[in-house]
């Protein structure tokens, strides 16, 4: 008695005797009831389950009332619900032996059909290797039907094709889709080039944004050398003979710059004749529309104001401001002295000054250009109050293109079994590299600490600056402006790499660019002209910057991974680009500036610096392991008080509140962007790593006024005092 109340005790009576095993019930022990046999089946090794005999139709019960009694089918909106992963399963008409080992092959080899437990299974189980058991996490799964994501998100599926609910199958044939597929329409507007016109911002509205592309480049900050020339220049180019003539030598300048830049190899026997009769023509041609625009301005300042007409003065002024400025770019592509340039400088900025004078003794209709220039002249006037960023991370730059030397100097690189295009347009780039390399060695890392002077008003010699500005606007290639990578389909592998490769370069000019004009700001306000790029932004984007992987060509020239390099040299060169482009905007959409022209004490100092005293930043000088923070950035320093008396007229306005409350968390990551083993999480859109910081405000929105023409004037009579006083030393 008491053995049997023992033995009851232990164990429990079967639960569903019409459901569990014969062996089971025999013992009157819980069966679990998996298939194809039983937990308790398996652990005897002796006996066969009765499962196992079990026809389809009593499995799909048994399995039926285990769906029931998990009541998995009535919880259709719980998470955690794990699909079903099926079972290894086979009715089979005869008996099977009861060996484990049986089991097991039966198992990986059978068919899948069903099951109600998430199972992992493994291929090729019957190899001689031992697979561990892993015992996996709990897997969590939301059960959403598509029409809810669909309210949240875009969703383009089957379902919401018209073909699939009408049921034609000939739909998609009639539009040439392939089945399944999705029709997306899309509208091209025809432009007529007779009737297009561009836009002109001198009517646009008061307060005029900067681009944070750096497209404020020009005189009157357009974009390029085409929009430059608004539609009243186009109108009358044909009766003003001057004005045809500066734009026909500036043409001839950028054609002889462009033959002397050409690669040895690849110049023709008639290039160097050529290149003697244009340099002959364009020096003569210079000076003979210097002259004649000269003598008109003077004429119109001899004339009383009262016996000439404003208008037709306007438009003679007007006509000067502009052939003047054609030959400004002329002198800097044919790399003439300063000298002269600062002589055909005069040429506008007298132009402009005079009709101020004229402005306000008649009361005229005010010009276009005069309208833009109050705008835009604005950028020039602020450029001299920017501090020069410290020029230390220069030598980095040129360390990291020193590194690629090796891609550049490659003697059997694209020398055998190439087609001729690629070839020369390889020696193309390798002489645009050693143009770079040249310059950064040669003008700009041999001055940079050499002749810096941050008291001075230019931080650094005028001349200095031309020399530099000259030689970057010759230098600069056209592929860095627009980017026409075209591949070559007969020779694909050679095609990408070159395209890698040059987009590296050229990314590495867009950043040089950026750097320039934060090491040198003062470009601007004495030449009308920086640094920067008339970009497109051309080179942005991840299409663009991604490098393609596992290229062939390259595997079979170099040991070294080139893809791997490359990529991380356009993160470098675009993450540079971005952080510089960030800061010109802080800058220009926080300067408070006012007319301090009048100021007595600035005109017996006119040489002294006159930067921002309370604006703050933290100079970077390794972009390779420096992780941009918010110090990184220009913000309001309020401990400094008024230094001298420009700053009474000019303030810089920016506070970061995320630095200013104490709302950024700092962390201790470290950064090596040329180290491999680490991972960069490069954000294409930003051309910012993820760990830097990006701050809220670094979008373009700008508040001042327009200028007067008592500032436009203002600043003229200044400039021309400045270059006065300095080019007393300079040489023709």
């Known amino acids: ?51 196992l005999f079990l026809s389809q139709e009593e499995v799909e019960r048994i399995k039926l009332t285990h769906s029931l009694r998990k009541s998995q089918n009535k919880l259709l909106n719980s998470n955690y619900r794990l699909p079903a992963t099926n079972i290894a399963t086979s009715s089979r008409a005869g008996s099977l032996e009861p060996s484990n080992k049986n089991y097991k092959k039966m198992k990986a080899l059978s068919p899948a059909l069903s099951g109600s437990a998430l199972e992992f299974k493994f291929e090729l189980a019957d190899l001689p290797i031992p697979i561990p058991s892993i015992v996996y996490p709990p897997l969590q799964y939301n059960n959403l039907c598509m029409q809810d994501f669909s309210n949240e998100f875009k969703v383009m599926n089957d379902f919401d094709s018209d073909d699939y609910t009408a049921g034609s199958p000939t739909g998609s044939a009639q539009n040439d889709m392939l089945p399944n597929g999705f029709e997306h329409q899309i509208t091209f507007n025809v432009i007529n080039p007779k009737v297009f016109k561009r836009v002109n911002s001198a009517h646009s509205v008061i307060t005029t944004p900067v681009v944070s592309d750096y497209s404020l480049h020009l005189f009157i900050g357009k974009n390029t050398l085409l929009d430059y020339m608004s539609d009243s220049f186009m109108k009358r180019m044909s009766f003003d003979m001057e004005l045809s003539l500066a734009v026909q030598t500036l043409g001839e300048a950028i054609h002889l710059n462009h033959l002397k830049s050409k690669p040895i190899s690849l110049r023709e026997d008639t290039d160097k004749q050529l290149i003697e009769r244009l340099d002959d023509r364009v020096n003569s041609s210079f000076v003979k529309c210097f002259e004649v625009l000269k003598a008109k301005v003077e004429k119109i300042q001899q004339k009383k104001c009262s016996n000439y007409r404003s208008s037709e003065a306007g438009n003679d002024l007007e006509m000067v401001a502009y052939a003047g400025n054609f030959l400004t ?38 010009l276009e250009v005069v309208s833009l220039l109050k705008k835009n002249l604005q950028y020039n006037v602020i450029s001299v109050n920017v501090p020069s960023y410290n020029p230390q991370f220069l030598f980095e730059i040129e360390s990291n293109l020193r590194s690629l030397e090796f891609i550049f100097t490659a003697q059997s690189l694209f020398n055998t079994k190439t087609d001729l295009s690629i070839r020369s347009e390889f020696e193309t780039l390798k002489a645009q590299y050693s143009a770079l390399m040249k310059f950064l060695r040669d003008k700009v890392l041999n001055i940079v600490f050499a002749l810096r002077d941050e008291t001075s008003l230019s931080v650094y010699p005028i001349d200095a600056l031309f020399d530099i500005l000259k030689t970057w606007h010759a230098m600069c290639p056209p592929q860095a402006l627009v980017s026409k990578s075209k591949i070559n389909s007969a020779f694909y592998d050679e095609s990408v790499f070159l395209k890698d490769l040059s987009t590296t370069l050229y990314t590495y000019y867009s950043a040089i660019a950026a750097a320039l004009d934060a090491v040198f700001p003062a470009c601007k306000y004495f030449f009308s002209l920086s640094f920067i790029l008339p970009v497109s932004q051309c080179y942005s984007g991840k299409e663009t910057l991604t490098v393609t992987k596992y290229n062939p060509y390259t595997r079979s020239f170099f040991s070294h991974k080139i893809d791997i390099l490359l990529q991380r040299h356009i993160i470098y060169a675009s993450r540079l680009y971005a952080f510089f482009k960030r800061r010109f905007v802080f800058y220009h959409n926080n300067i408070k500036w006012s007319n301090y022209y009048d100021n007595v004490t600035l005109r017996e100092n006119r040489l002294k610096s006159r930067k921002l005293f309370n604006a703050t930043e933290v100079a970077i000088k390794s972009f390779n392991t420096t992780l941009i923070r918010p110090e990184h950035y220009p913000i309001r320093d309020k401990s400094l008080e008024v230094s001298n008396c420009v700053n009474n007229y000019v303030s810089f306005t920016r506070e970061d509140d995320p630095l200013v409350k104490n709302l950024y968390a700092r962390n201790i990551e470290t950064l090596n962007i040329f180290d491999e083993s680490s991972i960069l999480q490069f954000d294409y859109e930003s051309m910012l790593l993820l760990k830097d910081y990006r701050s809220f405000d670094d979008e373009s929105e700008v508040s001042r006024e327009v200028l007067s023409v008592k500032d436009i004037r203002n600043h003229y009579e200044d400039r021309f005092a400045i270059l006065d006083v300095v080019s007393r030393d300079w040489e023709e």
């Open 1 to 51: 008695m008491t053995k049997e109340s023992s033995s009851t005790a232990k164990r429990k009576r079967h639960t569903n005797s019409k459901l569990g095993c014969a062996n089971c019930k025999r013992k009157k022990i819980r069966c679990d009831e998996s298939l194809p046999s039983c937990e308790n089946c398996l652990k005897g090794k002796k006996e066969t389950c009765s499962y």
């Open 329 to 366: 770019f002329t002198s800097i592509m044919s790399k003439q002295g300063v000298k002269l340039h600062s002589k055909a400088l005069e040429l506008p900025l007298l132009a402009y000054n005079t009709y101020a004078k004229l402005h306000e003794t008649i009361s005229n209709k005010t």
